[in-house]
């Protein structure tokens, strides 16, 4: 059975005007940054029971499970908030690659400076 989840006992997070935070993906072992996408309230919520990550796609306008279709699942053991508190970083178990291009990391593309 799994353990409900009381949104008053979490800081007072700061949502923007469209109900949303950002969340830094990050894998807990390699410390690697795989991904950044978006929470509202109830992927938040859902995020925090199942201990897997649920994301709000702000183009489709629905929430979404990372792996419900490729079956890279994210493990959530670590969830920190920074001083604005505005911004997540969550640290995970990576199974199988995070990008949907099907890297390790959305975050394969360098800039030279």
């Known amino acids: 059975m799994r353990k409900k ?7 007072r997070l700061k949502f923007d005007d469209k109900g949303l935070i950002l969340a830094i993906i990050q894998d807990i072992d390699t410390k690697d940054v795989l991904m950044a996408a978006y929470m509202n309230r109830e992927a938040l919520k859902i ?3 199942e ?6 796609s702000r ?8 792996g419900e279709t490729s079956g890279n699942i994210q493990y959530v053991k670590e969830i920190f908030y920074d001083c604005d508190k505005d911004a997540l970083l969550i640290k995970v178990k990576q199974v199988g690659a995070a990008c949907h291009t099907g890297n390790w990391s959305c975050f ?6």
């Open 5 to 11: 989840v009381n949104l008053r006992k979490i800081p």
């Open 59 to 66: 183009s489709r306008k629905l929430l979404w499970r990372k």
């Open 47 to 49: 995020t925090l029971t």
């Open 51 to 56: 201990k897997r990550t649920c994301f709000y």
């Open 108 to 113: 394969y593309r360098k800039i030279e400076i």
